[in-house]
T-cell receptor, first 113, second 113 residues
């Protein structure tokens, strides 16, 4: 059974710092991994989708890496800003199950001015 | 940019009542999903829908729940005889294929009193 874990559960950093959020999954037979942002009481905004054949995917100040064999993904945020404060979720599709996503519990990020 | 929309944004209902949550997926998408997030917990999968039928459902999705695509644009989740524990944020999502990026709506906050 696929399980997704995110560490740390919460992170507080000063503005301008580079940071890394971690996601691990137990079943490496995935075909992609998706990172989301969730603001309090709001929906999920897709940030990056990284395919199983890729090792990295970049969007602006965000860079996601994927190491399928070790069951890990990282989300790197460069030059963090207070507007980056949110909960970041990673999710993997349940293999051969028509796209059902299994979510981690998220990392709550606070960027202090 | 195309987006998934959901109505209402907040629904308050009494225990035992029926509610219908509505979603308009992205127009050329073929796969549709409902997820829910109980306050402070992980986002969890409820049901996926493709080609006018349920492709997968979780153990949460019992006879109390049903989904429908009544026309070419709407996708609905019906909860019969609501319980207090149904209080949660309900998210609709859609994707072009079963293995591509999922786009989420802003959610409907359901409060059962």
């Amino acid at each position: 059974k696929q399980e997704v874990t995110q560490i740390p559960a919460a992170l507080s950093v000063p503005e301008g710092e580079n940071l890394v959020l971690n996601c691990s999954f137990t079943d490496s037979a995935i075909y992609n991994l998706q990172w989301f942002r969730q603001d309090p009481g709001k929906g999920l905004t897709s940030l990056l989708l990284i395919q199983s054949s890729q090792r990295e995917q970049t969007s602006g100040r965000l860079n996601a890496s994927l190491d399928k064999s070790s069951g890990r993904s990282t989300l790197y945020i460069a030059a963090s800003q207070p507007g980056d404060s949110a909960t970041y979720l990673c999710a993997v599709p349940h293999y051969n199950q028509g796209g059902k996503l299994i979510f981690g519990q998220g990392t709550e990020l606070s960027v202090k001015p | 940019e195309p987006e998934v929309t959901q109505t209402p944004s907040h629904q308050v209902t009494q225990m035992g009542q029926e509610v219908i949550l509505r979603c308009v997926p992205i127009s050329n998408h073929l796969y549709f999903y409902w997820y829910r997030q109980i306050l402070g917990q992980k986002v969890e999968f409820l049901v996926s829908f493709y080609n006018n039928e349920i492709s997968e459902k979780s153990e949460i999705f019992d006879d109390q729940f049903s989904v429908e695509r009544p026309d070419g644009s709407n996708f609905t989740l019906k909860i019969r005889s609501t319980k207090l524990e149904d209080s949660a944020m309900y998210f609709c999502a859609s994707s072009g294929t079963g293995s591509s990026e999922q786009y989420f709506g802003p959610g409907t906050r359901l409060t059962v009193t």
